[in-house]
């Protein structure tokens, strides 16, 4: 019933930083916990951050290690993901995903509704 739409991802050196966006329909992160995952060609989508509908976040500290922060904006209905110190091990498609409340966060299936993808390619 949700559309998302990413943006953000492109090509950038190891060091570097990008800031993806997620476009949800009106009120939709007030009502819904939001997340990012990512997958790389050949591997499965995993799990990279949430943020509930309250703004508690949650990560997926083996490899975000404190270089990612997900954030929300509620007036705009937007969901982000900072990314610092970005390696090549980052580069994959970033999706946004929305969940209803009380689901885990960090499991997959607990995702209805997701964006297309942004791409972020890390590369020297």
């Known amino acids: 019933q949700a559309q998302l739409v990413e943006s953000g991802g492109g090509l950038v050196q190891p060091g570097d930083s990008l800031k993806l966006s997620c476009r949800t329909p009106?009120?939709?992160?007030?009502?819904?916990?939001m997340a990012w995952f990512r997958q790389a060609p050949g591997k499965e989508r995993e799990f990279v951050a949430a943020?509930?509908?309250?703004?508690?976040?949650?990560y997926n500290v083996d490899f975000v290690k404190g270089r990612f922060t997900i954030s929300k904006d509620d007036r705009k209905s937007m969901v982000f993901l900072q990314m610092n110190s970005l390696i090549p091990e980052d580069t994959a498609i970033y999706y946004c995903?929305?969940?209803?409340?009380?689901?885990?966060?960090?499991?997959?299936?607990?995702?209805?509704?997701w964006g297309q993808g942004t791409q972020v390619t890390v590369s020297s």
């Open positions: 995903a929305a969940a209803q409340p009380g689901s885990p966060a960090v499991e997959l299936r607990s995702y209805t509704t």
């Open positions: 009106a009120r939709t992160v007030m009502w819904y916990n």
């Open positions: 943020i509930s509908r309250t703004g508690s976040p949650t």
